[in-house]
C-alpha cells in the first residue's frame, strides 16, 4: 500500500501554526487547535449576482467586482451608466452619446468610454471620448483614430485605446493603439495583429494584454510594455466579443463568440492560459470588471440580450477536516 509521502511528496507535518506558504497537495496537523487541515489549488468558479437594470451587449466595464461601472451597449444604441456595489446595480447618469462597442479605462469613481458607435451619431464614427467623475460624464479630447468595437486597458489619466475597425466607409480593421495621459491621445506602435471585437486587460498605459479578437477569429494574445506590442502564448480557444479582468501578468478571460455565445473561462499566470470553470450563462458582447480571482461578468447576448451578472472567485485555499 502507497503511504501518503509516496502519493504527495510530503509527510503529514506537525505543526503549531498554519504554514504561511503551504503547497498544493499539503497536509498538516495544527497541535494548537488540534484540526488536521489541507492546501488545494481551487481555480474558481462563477456564482449568480445581482441582473443590470439594462439588459444590453457590447457594453462596456471598469472597476472591482464590488465597486464597478457599466456604461453604454447596445441594441438599441443607450447611454445608461449603472454602479454595481457587491450585491445590486444603480441606475446613473447616462453617456452624453449613446453608443455601443467602445473602450472603456478606469475605476468606478473615475473612468473613460472612448469610440463606439450609435444611432445617435450622424456620419462617420468618430472618436468620442468621455469622462465619468463619479456623478455625470463631460466629452474630453477625442481619439485621434476613430473607431468602434476597441479595446481599452489602464486608468482613467492613463489608460490605452487598442485595435478595432476604423471609419469608412471603407471600413477597415486596425491595429492603431493610442496612449492616453489624463488630457490627450497620442499615437504609439500598433498591435502586431489588427482586429477588431479584441479583449483588453491592464494597469496603465505601459502595461496591457489584448485578447483574442476577430481577423478573422483570433486566439492570439499581444502584450504591451509601453513601447511596443510582444506576441505571447495564445488562448486554448479562439474567439471574438470576449471580455476580461485582471492585469497583463494576471488575468481572466471570458464569454465570446462565435456561435451565438460562449461560456469558455480562461485563466493567464503571465505566461499561458488555462482552461477553468465556465460562466453559467453562455455569451458574447458582455462587460467584465474586476481581478483573476475576483472578477464580475454582465451583460451580453445569450440571445436574447441579458441583464445577467455573475461573480468569480477562487475559493479558499485551506480545507479543514472533520469528523462529521
Do not use: C, H
Not at 462563477?46 to 466595464?61: D, F, H, M
Not at 490605452?160 to 476604423?166: N, R, W
Not at 509601453?226 to 471580455?243: F, I, K, M, P
Not at 473561462?265 to 503571465?270: D, Q, R, Y
Amino acid at each position: 500500500m502507497s503511504t501518503y509521502k509516496q502519493i504527495a511528496g510530503t509527510n503529514i507535518e506537525v505543526l503549531s501554526s498554519d504554514p504561511a506558504n503551504p503547497v498544493d497537495g499539503q497536509v498538516w496537523y495544527n497541535s494548537t487547535s488540534n484540526t488536521v487541515k489541507a492546501n488545494f489549488n481551487d481555480p474558481g468558479s462563477w456564482s449568480t449576482g445581482g441582473a443590470l437594470n439594462t439588459a444590453r451587449y457590447q457594453l462596456g466595464g471598469v472597476g472591482t467586482q464590488t465597486s464597478s461601472l457599466a456604461f453604454g451597449g447596445g441594441a438599441p444604441e443607450t447611454g445608461a451608466t449603472e454602479s454595481y456595489n457587491g450585491t445590486s446595480w444603480t441606475e446613473l447618469n447616462d453617456l452624453n452619446t449613446a453608443r455601443q462597442g467602445m473602450g472603456g479605462a478606469g475605476i468606478q469613481t473615475a473612468a473613460i468610454a472612448f469610440g463606439g458607435e450609435g444611432s445617435g451619431i450622424p456620419g462617420p464614427i468618430p472618436g468620442i471620448n468621455e469622462s465619468w467623475n463619479g456623478t455625470s460624464w463631460t466629452e474630453v479630447n477625442d481619439l485621434n483614430t476613430g473607431r468602434v468595437r476597441l479595446a481599452g486597458a489602464g486608468i482613467q489619466t492613463s489608460a490605452l485605446a487598442f485595435g478595432g475597425e476604423e471609419t469608412g466607409p471603407p471600413f477597415s480593421i486596425t491595429g492603431a493603439t493610442e496612449s492616453y495621459n489624463g488630457t490627450s491621445w497620442t499615437e504609439v506602435n500598433d498591435l502586431n495583429t489588427g482586429r477588431l471585437r479584441l479583449a483588453g486587460v491592464g494597469a496603465d498605459n505601459t502595461s496591457a494584454l489584448a485578447i483574442g479578437g476577430d481577423s478573422p477569429i483570433l486566439t492570439l494574445t499581444e502584450s504591451w510594455n509601453g513601447t511596443s506590442w510582444t506576441e505571447v502564448n495564445d488562448l486554448n480557444n479562439g474567439r471574438e466579443l470576449l471580455s476580461a479582468a485582471g492585469i497583463q501578468t494576471s488575468a481572466l478571460a471570458f464569454g465570446g463568440s462565435p456561435p451565438g455565445g460562449l461560456a469558455y473561462t480562461e485563466s493567464w499566470n503571465g505566461t499561458s492560459w488555462t482552461e477553468v470553470n465556465d460562466l453559467n450563462t453562455a455569451r458574447n458582447g458582455l462587460g467584465g470588471a474586476g481581478i483573476q480571482t475576483s472578477a464580475l461578468a454582465f451583460g451580453g447576448d445569450a440571445p436574447p440580450f441579458s441583464a445577467a451578472t455573475e461573480e468569480w472567485n477562487v475559493g479558499p485555499q485551506t480545507i479543514t477536516f472533520t469528523d462529521s
